[in-house]
């Protein structure tokens, strides 16, 4: 109970500073920031009753920073630009901003040729790729491929369509391996390809999200090519079939980051573990992994673990009634409940506030308060104001 | 002079990577029963017809008089490297669709077509994609090329390129490793399929074919 008020009061200030004082306290920011406080608190304390259950919270706050983040990135566009479509002054001029999804595109190119493909705002300074690029790395240490289930502006459109049917009408379990292939093979292809044209590819051709960001004016017929890919990739991979399948489909399979995510995740600090000897072999934990991470061949064989592809969103561990899965730190062999108990109560508190479950959902929460803070008050801005008008 | 050629080919290599990576890496990695041998026999039949088809624009060139200017026609070039992408994306996709598809639809793995399996053999894929690939002419290239045909006599010319072509060749060393590395992580061979067909239908499609008819 203690370490839960302790954390608590750290969001808090921790939230205070980056959501109402970055903003001035205006009205929209000190929405946000309640908002923001009520889903930590609600997450810390109900995790307290039922293990996984702080999954639904962050869905919430996934969703309404995808959406939140769309209106403000939509708003400055029009008013910067008059339009969502990207202009030849603003290619030119290295206006278009840049993207966590062009990393793993860019990075091939910069260690070869020095220079960064992405005609981001990189006229003089590299100062936004540097500081994407930093952001990616501190993230990857903490969170790994967790940035996908808790910070990743783009997640929660799939997040969202994957919870609205109520019947899963596809099951795509069978066919995870396959999925988690295609996936890295499109990701090689990604860099490869991007290597071979000094561009990102990717972005040119293939990323569902231009629909709900900007995108190039179809004004030739490879233009008009390029928008019913993106139109049709966005319709099926961020709609359609999470819709059908209950599962972020885009994510799992196409996007390049998450797959860079997956391969980079052996370096962060927490793992999601299953324990082998509670596991009664029930498979709940791998119909509800919106990422595919747990094959029918991962319970049977005992691994310990999900696959590569796991986002530690932790459905799985609200899904589980043996409560057999847990996160905890990936270079610590034992589980969490066979560690010894402190005897002291300070100790207590001590040996909770360091859990990796309660570390891992603060860590990924503050950043996704950081990261969502400047875009959501200026959407909750606009909010207002449409709604006052 | 020689020194010259290969530090030119050695300060540009990268280039060259960055076109041949895209084919070979994929091509390699997917190869069914790798071994050091057969490998290093792919990259050096790839490298070989490559040089192949440098020799034979050059030659055209030269013939053609368009070498005179010392540089070369953007428009030309741009329209050789829509031919190279078409040509590697048709080979990869035969060797694809004839030897090595990622996923069979049958029982004994039935997706391969029959048919293709000649033309889509690894040994012939190795000729054409560098045949396919040797059609782009990059800066570093045409330097090459201007530089051994105004170099003097035919014979010092032809050295100067192939002391620039062996300047080149280090920054293929490590394709040489690609046995050991799928020895060790096998789950690579089918992702390297995959990515295989990517690569030739993106080959094919979206830098051959839309830029030839529509751009």
Known sequence: MISSLILCLMMGILIFFFVPLMSNFSISSVIYAVFLMYLYVRMTFSERKKPGSSAKYRSIFQITFAVGFCIAFIADLYASRGSMAITEGAMSSAEIPFCHIAIPQVLVPLLITKNIIFPARIAGHYASVASMLLIWLVCTIVLGRGWCSWVCFYGGWEEGFSKAGKKRRINLLPKNKEIREFSFGFFAFIVLASLCELACTYCEWFCPFKLVTEFSPIDSIPSLIGAVMFIGLFLGLVVVMPILTKRRTQCSALCPFGAFASLTDGISMFKMKIDTDKCKGCMKCAQVCPFGAIDIKTIQDKKGSPELTCAKCGECVRACPEKAISIGFRFDHKCGSSAQKSKTKFGRVIQELLEPAQLFRFAAFSFSVVMSSNFMTRAMNLIVRAIIK | MILEAILLGLSTGTYCTMYCGPVLIPFLCGSEDLRYKRNAGLVGTFLGARLVMYFILGAVFAFLGLLVNEFADPLMVRKLAVYAYIFSGLSLLFNSLGVKFPWGCGENGGCKSPKLKRIGNDWVTAVFAGLAVGLHVCPPLWTAIVRSIF???????????????????????????????????PALRRIARVTQVLVSLYFLIFLGLIPLFFE
């Open chain 2, 151 to 185: 170099g003097g006599n035919d014979i010092s010319g032809l050295f100067y390129f192939v002391f620039f072509y062996i300047g080149t060749l280090p920054f293929f060393i490590p394709l040489l490793g690609i046995p050991f590395v799928t020895k060790h992580l």
